[in-house]
């Protein structure tokens, strides 16, 4: 080999390694896709006659979006900032508290209720954690006792214990444990009792030590337990009974919150519940066993959902499974929803009551179909291994293909950077099924040059160089 060749050798084989151990940047979301899905919740809003609606999508690929419509308070937009009440999605914080303290030895799913508390009129201390979790207890939700509104309304500003809710509002059981499905919101009011009881602390620090500080959501708080800072949204509710909204934001929350703690009380803003959404999806606070209990789901009808898991909802879009929860209280409708296919994740917050079921399936629906063409599984076939093939055709004017393939589920990231090391399109970032994926590279706005592609998944990496010609 001469001088000359040997030299060239060494910068490629550099400039691999330099691809190989560098970090990608920010993605950047295509502007048209965003005017859609803009132009998607301002029709969710006109169309179901909403005060305002706020949201945030992750598409892998794409990177972060965020939309807002409508107004918070009168004379006051609402903005990407505004935090909401969350409601019944507290229910999904709890169960992964719960698996988590099942992985740390703590507790067993399979515990009777009588380990951990003591007995209550009309709840039998046979059910199990689990029955609870996925609401097959047969326990009759408070929120269903015909005095208890009367018990709230009458006084806002009193300060209701669990104890109190679960020994003075809960009547005869729906159905004998473990034989059918009913919604209860006392379920989880048992099950933070039962958190609190283990960690000696209340909901409100396990949120923020577990959840909330480690993974970055500064716009996250637990009514009644802390105080709410930064712009809140104002709820709206009819409050005459004339079929129109009020802003309801002037009335105390302690008596409401407080009676509802355990199957209610998180307040985040879009952006918040999209981090909670791919930590929980993608890995990062289960173990993969617990992960399984979590989404092992019994039949449940509700609206756009047709499973229950551990805390967790089954929603049915157009045929594709998702998950996450909804929740509903007092003038704040939420939901969180992540596609595991192609790892995508949806949050909308509405400031005044309404069904967000077929609103949020709605809403996933237009985020699939109309993102850009991305990657395609083009083979369902478990491959023996890991693999990135060369792209084709190369030389290449302006599109081409770049095929890998995957043995197992994995967390995958595909980039381009330029000949300097410069990234010039992070195409990929997210989980995929196993199989055989392509994409169709266009480089219409780039100069001719060498290119290399990056493909890291799990702990493989492998990078190729490609070349286009104008």
């Given at each position: 080999m001469s001088k000359k060749s040997l030299g060239l050798y060494i910068v490629q084989l550099l400039i691999i390694l330099f691809f190989l151990f560098k970090d990608s940047d920010a993605q950047t979301f295509d502007t048209a896709y965003a005017r859609k899905l803009q132009d998607a919740i301002n029709t969710l809003r006109s169309n179901n006659s909403l005060v305002g609606?706020?949201?945030?999508?992750?598409?892998?690929?794409?990177?972060?979006?965020q939309g807002v419509s409508g107004i918070s308070s009168a004379g006051q937009n609402l903005t990407p900032n505004h935090a909401f009440l969350t409601g019944s999605i507290m229910k999904n914080f709890v169960a992964v508290m719960i698996l988590q303290l099942e992985e740390a030895d703590s507790l067993s799913i399979d515990d009777p209720l009588y380990k951990w508390l003591p007995r209550y009129n009309n709840i039998d201390s046979n059910i199990t954690i689990k029955q609870l979790l996925n609401h097959t207890s047969g326990i009759y939700s408070f929120t269903d006792h015909p005095s208890f509104s009367t018990a709230i309304t009458s006084n806002w500003n009193r300060y209701w214990t669990?104890?109190?809710?679960?020994?003075?509002?809960?009547?005869?059981?729906?159905?004998?444990?473990?034989?059918?499905?009913?919604?209860?919101?006392?379920?989880?009011?048992?099950?933070?009792?039962?958190?609190?009881?283990?960690?000696g602390t209340n909901l409100a620090e396990q949120l923020r030590s577990r959840f909330y500080t480690p993974l970055g959501m500064n716009r996250s708080f637990f009514e009644p337990q802390d105080t709410v800072s930064g712009p809140y949204a104002h709820n709206w509710v009819d409050l005459n009974g004339d079929g129109v909204p009020e802003d309801a934001f002037f009335i105390p929350r302690t008596a409401l919150f407080s009676s509802t703690i355990g199957s209610s009380g998180v307040v985040a803003n879009p952006e918040n519940l999209i981090r909670w959404s791919r930590a929980l999806f993608e890995g990062s606070l289960l173990t993969q066993a617990s992960m399984n209990k979590l989404i092992s789901f019994v039949p449940a009808a509700l609206s756009g959902v047709n499973g229950y898991g551990l805390g967790t909802f089954r929603y049915n879009v157009m045929g594709r499974p998702c998950y996450g929860h909804g929740g509903?209280?007092?003038?704040?409708s939420c939901m969180y929803m992540y596609y595991p296919v192609d790892s995508i994740s949806i949050s909308l917050m509405?400031?005044?009551d309404a069904d967000t079921g077929p609103i949020s399936v709605n809403f996933m629906n237009k985020v699939i179909t109309l993102r850009p063409v991305g990657i395609q599984n083009i083979s369902a076939e478990n491959p023996a291994g890991y693999d990135l093939q060369q792209n084709f055709p190369n030389p290449f004017n302006p599109e081409t293909s770049i095929n890998f393939s995957l043995p197992k589920q994995s967390s995958v990231r595909l980039s381009v950077y330029n000949s300097i090391g410069v990234l010039a399109q992070n195409i990929f970032e997210g989980k995929l099924q196993s199989g055989t994926y392509s994409y169709k590279w266009n480089a219409a706005g780039f100069p001719s040059g060498v290119y290399f592609y990056k493909l890291e998944a799990d702990n493989f990496l492998s990078v190729k160089k490609m070349t286009l010609l104008k």
């Open positions: 609606i706020s949201a945030a999508v992750y598409v892998p690929g794409q990177g972060l979006w669990p104890e109190e809710v679960v020994s003075q509002y809960v009547l005869a059981p729906y159905f004998n444990p473990g034989t059918s499905w009913r919604y209860s919101n006392t379920n989880f009011v048992l099950l933070g009792m039962i958190i609190s009881k283990i960690t509903n209280l007092f003038g704040y509405i400031n005044q």
